[in-house]
């Protein structure tokens, strides 16, 4: 096997496991009723941390003439986060 198709290889087996893990967490807490409220300012806060490194990530690789669609998934999720929680700003639960 090859270097590129070892690496991909483990990312995929790692996105498996991590999948199962977090699928028995979720059915775990439902059983136990300990599921709360999504928490919307968090997905504003993420979206406000990550939108402007994608920004910078791109200007980077652009400036160092390289492909910039390793800093556009970072971009969009943060853009479709802060997207998530302004249209949900309602919904945010008071600071204590």
Do not use: C
């Amino acid at each position: 096997m090859s270097q590129p198709s070892a690496i991909l290889a483990v990312i995929a087996i790692l996105t498996v496991a991590l999948g199962i893990l977090v699928t028995l967490l979720v059915r775990k807490r439902r059983k136990e009723r300990k599921i709360e409220e999504t928490s919307y300012r968090a997905f504003f806060v993420m979206g406000t941390a990550m939108f402007p490194a994608g920004i910078v990530g791109m200007l980077i690789f652009l400036m160092l003439g390289v492909s910039f669609i390793i800093a556009m998934p970072i971009l969009s999720l943060g853009l479709i986060y802060l997207i998530i929680g302004v249209a949900n700003r309602d919904k945010w639960k008071k600071a204590s």
